[in-house]
């Protein structure tokens, strides 16, 4: 019996495949559309690959214009050439994903990668976090002279990645601020639907919720709201920040809602209309409460326990120290007896030991030391 050797999977060089948008970053120009990065079936050794883009003068130029110096010398720049890898999925667009064993070279210099992140489980592989690589440093600003970069990679059962670059714009978060307002507001209305439709008494429930308290606190920032949004694939009413939001995620993208810790994209962000009413007409609460009609009213802040105050509580202590003989104040005397000058004294043997009793209502109480002669009326 003949085995025939398999036959090798071909995949397209150029697969179609779309990269997912970053909001963070706006293409200019694409300098190496998705290219395949070979065969997935495993080999022994670490595959390599190249690839080549040259910048046109235009696009120099825009880089260059772009370079900000930071402190300590290092610079910086708004356009940046950007580097990615992905599934070579075509059913949606893919976020980034590195290929395992992954080195990466830019004009033969070596391109630091982000670190690995702690597995989910035990025993799991550590992968590093998909991100978009801004190799704009090792890149040569000439469109005189052509770029090279080496990828090299182990290849994995029943996987291939693609790679891609582009020119794009680095973009702040009071930008996506201001073009998040520049969407839209969501009408009020639709909020007050949501109210009642939340309120809707179950006919097979037993239990009917009649009012709904929302805070308008943002769970991020511990602070007031100033840009109550949300995302339209959540299904609560609470807001939080807009603009605290999108400077968390400047400085890690997450793009986690802070309410109900699901997908809260940017692009499905929308600023609410209603809370941005009730923010207004509603400056010195902090909670209001909806009712089924979709009518709301503020809640009344939460009573604080009674605390007396220190100067207040010092003085009750000393009164009260005073009238039961506190044993603070006879600590810099030598040991004393107690004599209870309402009753006939009573022999002990423990006549050396000092003695401390609190008398009944209405009988005095003297301290003295031993040798003095106390005189005193009952």
């Known amino acids: 019996m003949n085995l025939q050797p398999p036959v090798p999977v071909i995949h397209p060089v150029h697969p179609d495949v779309q990269m997912k948008p970053l909001p963070f970053y706006d293409v200019l120009d694409v300098l190496i559309k998705p290219s395949s990065l070979g065969a997935g079936t495993p080999q022994r050794y670490h595959q390599e690959k190249y690839f ?6 235009q696009q120099v130029r825009e880089v260059c214009i772009s370079r900000d110096f930071l402190p300590g010398g290092r610079r910086d720049y708004m356009v940046q050439i950007q580097l990615r890898f992905c599934l070579s999925e075509t059913s949606c667009p893919q976020e980034d994903n590195y290929p395992n064993g992954l080195c990466i070279k830019v004009n033969g210099k070596i391109f630091p990668l982000p ?49 891609s670059v582009y020119l794009v714009r680095q973009l702040t978060s009071p930008l996506l601020l201001q073009r998040l307002r520049m969407k839209g507001i969501r009408n009020p209305d639709h909020s007050r639907a949501l109210i009642k439709e939340k309120l809707t008494a179950d006919p097979d429930s037993e239990i009917a919720t009649t009012s709904l308290r929302v805070s308008l606190i943002c769970p991020l920032g511990k602070m007031r709201l100033t840009v109550p949004c949300r995302a339209v694939t959540c299904s609560h009413l609470q807001c939080f920040d807009a603009a605290l939001y999108l400077q968390m995620n400047e ?6 809602c802070p309410v109900c810790d699901k997908k809260a994209a940017y692009e499905s962000l929308i600023i609410d209309g209603l809370f941005l009413e009730i923010l207004n007409d509603c400056s010195d609460k902090d909670e209001i409460q909806f009712q089924q009609d979709g009518t709301w009213c503020p809640m009344k802040p939460k009573k604080e326990s009674f605390k007396v105050p220190t100067p207040l509580f010092q003085k009750i202590e000393r009164k009260y120290s005073s009238m039961y003989c506190n044993s603070s104040e006879t600590s810099s005397t030598k040991k004393a007896d ?17 003695e401390f009793r609190i008398p009944p209502s209405k009988k005095h109480c003297v301290y003295i030391s031993k040798n003095e002669e106390v005189h005193a009326k009952g």
Do not use: C, H
């Open 52 to 57: 080549v883009f040259a910048l046109t003068p």
């Open 115 to 163: 670190g690995y992140v702690p597995p989910a489980k035990n025993g799991m592989e550590q992968k590093r976090q998909g991100r978009p690589l801004n190799i704009t440093s090792l890149v040569r600003l000439s469109s005189a002279v052509p770029n090279q970069i080496s990828v090299t990679w182990s290849p994995e059962i029943g996987k291939t990645y693609s790679l």
């Open 251 to 256: 400085k890690k993208p997450t793009w986690i």
């Open 338 to 354: 107690v004599i209870d000058l309402t009753i006939e004294s009573s022999s002990s043997s423990d006549e050396d030991e000092a």
